[in-house]
């Protein structure tokens, strides 16, 4: 009964209880009305008849035995009604004595004889003011009333009399034709074959109308069961399991949308309004599985990144703390250096993660302007001349289009710039001596700019292309030449100029790729590279 078809179906069931009841009461109580009218007016003239062939007056007064005479006429009319004569207040002067009436006893003649009946009913009857049936007072049963039949009694007991005789009348033959009857329903059911046959039809129709009914809801509510099915099972598909949220979720949407995406009702807006939410649910799930998955990566790699120099720092110190006093000033100096050095790569890392967090930062703002991308990439490049020179490493920029404004962006460029710097800096570091690192620079069909790094290092392995893929990441610190620079103090790692890379370019609308073999430059191929390239895109003025 908790089930929103069973209230349905009793509140139906109950509704049409009520008006089939109701309608029982009401034609009960109007055929019992039509009755009462029926015979009322069928014995309109009773009274009149008893008025006009019995002298009712002698010597100027009302005559109680005049009834006498007329109780065997009252036989032959009707036997059931009870003749009365009132004078003119509408008290009781004598009523019509039959031994063969069944209310003909003590008590009911005490009654009549102190009775009195109201005149209002009366006068209302012989004006014809109100419609029948015209209920008055009952003599033999006080309280009680019945239909009548009345005609008033003047000393000329004839029709034709003057209107003052009329209103002025010394009595009145008061003819009680029937009790109103009380008659409960059910016992009308029981004794009235019409109304018996307008119970029975009543019956059907309601049965008939309430099979309709429950399966109109039945109809109805299958689609809310459906979905209400889907919903009690979403929140366990949406649980981690061993299969996939796609796996999980997808079946159940399925299941819930069996009605078409088109135009309906309020349950069909409501299943569509579901199928969106669960959507929405599954992506934003999704996206934080990934979150989740980058983070514990992140946290990986920063614990890797930052336990070596720790560790490299706390070996210098003991060492230096055990031999200080066998230790000549010459190897102080070198344990002391290679200290210092594991202090700044650790700054390094530092002044990285404060970046990161600073990137990530809501209240961050970009200050976007126009700048041409060639003269940014030659001044980088020019920055790292030096660096990459001492490690015997060439740093070109190529662009092939002599329109110079094809490279003119809109973004900003002092964390552009830092892109060019953390991307040059990390192909520096993997580009074994005599290499080459590139600027490429390609003007695209639709408009934006391809900013595309290559060196001729070492490349990236399938894990580190993975890695890279889900997270954004590289982790090169397992490589023969990071390993050399780590030792010799120089910044290497798991890569978190490129997760700097990776957030800024997110805030230009942008994102940071591995350049397949199609994509590598002429250049790098005539240089047989099996190094690395990174690329990502940037609209151009025109474009914006």
């Known amino acids: 009964m908790n089930t929103l078809f069973a209230k349905l179906s009793l509140v139906f069931l109950l509704i049409l209880c009520t008006l089939g009841f109701a309608i029982l009461w009401l034609t009960n109580k109007s055929s019992q009305n039509y009755m009462l009218e029926f015979t009322q007016k069928l014995n309109r003239p009773i009274a009149m008849y008893m008025a006009e062939n019995v002298e009712w007056v002698k010597e100027g007064r009302l005559d109680p035995k005049a009834l006498e005479s007329l109780a065997p006429h009252i036989m032959m ?29 003590e008590e009911t003649t005490l009654a009549r004889a102190t009775s009195t009946v ?71 059911i029981k004794s009235s074959y019409s109304i018996r046959d307008l119970f029975i039809t009543l019956a059907g129709v309601t049965a008939l109308t309430l099979c309709g009914g429950v399966f ?47 135009d309906g009702d309020e349950i069909d807006l409501l299943r569509r309004a579901y199928e969106n939410m669960t959507s929405e649910l599954v992506e934003q799930y999704q996206r934080l599985e990934q979150s989740d998955a980058s983070r514990r990566e992140f946290v990986a790699s920063l614990s890797h990144d930052l336990r070596t120099p720790l560790t490299s720092l706390q070996n210098y110190q003991e060492t230096v703390l055990a031999k200080w006093t066998s230790m000549d000033e010459a190897g ?13 790569r650790l700054k390094h890392l530092i002044s990285q993660l404060f970046e990161i967090s600073k990137l990530n930062s809501p209240d961050l703002k970009l200050q976007c302007e126009k700048f041409s991308m060639l003269e940014l990439a030659f001044d980088c490049a020019q920055d790292f001349a030096i660096t990459s020179r001492k490690k015997g490493v060439s740093i070109k920029v190529s662009a092939k289009r002599n329109d110079l404004r094809v490279y003119d962006v809109i973004a900003d460029i002092e964390l552009i710039q830092r892109v060019l710097e953390n991307l040059l800096t990390n192909a520096v570091r993997h580009t ?63 890569g978190f100029g490129l997760a700097i890379v990776r957030r800024i370019l997110h805030l230009h609308g942008s994102r940071l ?12 191929r005539k240089d047989q590279s099996t190094g690395t390239s990174f690329f990502f895109l940037l609209p151009t003025a025109a474009h914006s």
């Open 216 to 262: 109109i809801f039945f109809k109805l509510t299958r689609r809310l069961r459906k979905l209400a099915a889907s919903v009690r099972i979403a929140p366990a598909a949406l649980l981690p399991k061993q299969q996939s949220i796609e796996e999980r979720v997808v079946p159940m949407l399925a299941s819930a949308s069996n009605v078409p995406n088109t």
């Open 513 to 524: 790729q591995l350049a397949n073999s199609a994509q590598i430059s002429d250049n790098a």
């Open 432 to 494: 074994p001596k005599h290499g080459v690192v590139r600027i490429v620079l390609r003007a695209q069909r639709d408009q934006n700019l391809r900013v595309q790094i290559e060196d001729t290092g070492c490349g990236l392995s399938g894990n580190q292309i993975n890695t890279f893929k889900s997270t954004g990441m590289v982790d090169r610190s397992t490589s023969p030449s990071t390993k050399q620079q780590i030792s010799s103090g120089l910044h290497g790692g798991a």
């Open 118 to 188: 109201d005149l209002v009913p009366v006068q209302r009857y012989l004006n014809e003011e109100i419609a029948y049936p015209i209920r008055g007072n009952n003599p033999a049963k006080p309280g009680e009333n019945g239909i009548f039949s009345v005609w008033p009694i003047h000393e000329r007991n004839r029709i034709e009399q003057s209107r003052l005789e009329r209103n002025n009348p010394l009595g009145y033959i008061y003819v009680l034709l029937a009790n109103e009857n009380h008659q409960t329903l059910f016992s009308s």
């Open 332 to 344: 102080r100096y070198a344990f002391v250096t290679g200290a210092h050095k594991q202090t700044m």
């Open 77 to 105: 009319i009707n036997p059931s009604v009870e003749v009365y004569l009132l004078d003119a207040s509408g008290r009781v002067v004598a009523p019509v004595l039959d031994d063969n009436n069944d209310v003909n006893n």
